[in-house]
T-cell receptor
Framework: SAVISQKPSRDICQRGTSLTIQCQVD?????MFWYRQQPGQSLTLIAT?????????ESGFVIDKFPISRPNLTFSTLTVSNMSPEDSSIYLC?????????????FGEGSRLTVL | KNQVEQSPQSLIILEGKNCTLQ??????????LRWYKQDTGRGPVSLTI?????NTKSNGRYTATLDADTKQSSLHITASQLSDSASYIC????????????FGRGTSLIVHP
């Protein structure tokens, strides 16, 4: 299993500002992901955070808007840049326990962002 | 396009009653299907995981079934409790090397005393 600590748990931000979300895992993991969960919607994968290299972004998400860092196998950050009200959402950090293509996904508690 | 459809979208039941949530998917071939429970303001937590060869999996009062031929799964909750109030999400993991699962939108369950 994996225990994931995510912060902040929630924040209210002004339009045009940026916010960085941190994700700390209690063990070394290879696969770490960032998801967005908009109200009433399913979880949408933003990107896979790769240790030591640039993140792999899904269609519709770009590095300039959602820069991601992954300095080691237990930590990652997601920045939501130049926020607008449409970015109001829950952002979730997730890790896959090997084997990554069949194993269980563990999630952090989420960061609920409200952009005014 | 891989899709996971869940029904009903929301459900209200009385404490002590049973209920069944449905999940239909188009992901093929798939590696496994999972049901997650997401309490309000919390991250999803895994309830059950089934491979394509499994028909049923239980976790306490939660029983998941899988029919890989019809691409349907259900989650049955027995003797519901107030703490069962949550969103239940069906997640299908494709096989063939992709590690990106497909999530359903979830069923919001409210259990009233």
């Amino acid at each position: 299993s994996a225990v994931i600590s995510q912060k902040p748990s929630r924040d209210i931000c002004q339009r045009g500002t940026s916010l960085t979300i941190q994700c700390q895992v209690d063990s070394q993991v290879t696969m770490m992901f960032w998801y967005r969960q908009q109200p009433g919607q399913s979880l949408t994968l933003i990107a896979t955070a790769n240790q030591g290299s640039e993140a792999t972004y899904e269609s519709g998400f770009v590095i300039d808007k959602f820069p991601i860092s992954r300095p080691n196998l237990t930590f990652s950050t997601l920045t939501v840049s130049n926020m607008s009200p449409e970015d109001s959402s829950i952002y979730l950090c997730s890790v896959a326990v090997p084997p990554s293509n069949t194993g269980e996904l563990f999630f952090g508690e989420g960061s609920r962002l409200t952009v005014l | 396009k891989n899709q996971v459809e869940q029904s009903p979208q929301s459900l209200i039941i009385l404490e002590g009653k049973n209920c069944t949530l449905q999940c239909n998917y188009t992901v093929s071939p798939f590696s496994n299907l999972r049901w997650y429970k997401q309490d309000t303001g919390r991250g999803p937590v895994s309830l059950t995981i089934m491979t394509f060869s499994e028909n049923t999996k239980s976790n306490g009062r939660y029983t998941a079934t899988l029919d890989a031929d019809t691409k349907q799964s259900s989650l049955h909750i027995t003797a519901s409790q107030l703490s069962d109030s949550a969103s239940y999400i069906c997640v299908v993991q494709p096989s063939g090397g992709s590690y990106i699962p497909t999530f359903g939108r979830g069923t919001s369950l409210i259990v009233h005393p």
